[in-house]
Structure formats: C-alpha cells, structure tokens
C-alpha cells in the first residue's frame, strides 16, 4: 500500500515538473490524448451505424 502512495506522488511531481518546464510540449500530448479519443470514438459510432443499417 505504501509503495502505491509513493507511486501517485512520483507520478503527480513528474507531471507537474512537465507543466512548468515544458507547457507547449504538455499542451499538444493533452491535444494528442483528446484527438485519439475522439477519433475513436468516431470510428465506434461508424461501427455502430454500419451494424444497426
């Protein structure tokens, strides 16, 4: 259970430490996360409509 503790705040200080040293960097991987989901979630919905016709 510590080690699990000790992970989040590694994890939480590392993603900090990116926000502050590098925003553009930080801003387009969140940019790249959000277009991944939405292009499948696109891709889910065109499945679907496909399927259900």
């Known amino acids: 259970m510590q080690v699990k503790k000790v992970a989040t705040y590694v994890a939480v200080a590392f993603v900090a430490f990116y926000l502050f040293t ?3 960097d ?3 991987a969140v940019n790249g996360v959000f277009d991944g989901i939405v ?3 696109d891709q ?3 499945f679907f409509t496909r399927v259900l016709r």
Do not use: M, T
Request: charged share 15%; hydrophobic share 60%; no cysteine.
């Open 22 to 24: 590098r925003p553009a």
């Open 39 to 41: 292009r499948g979630a």
């Open 26 to 28: 930080a801003a387009n």
């Open 44 to 46: 889910l919905a065109l």
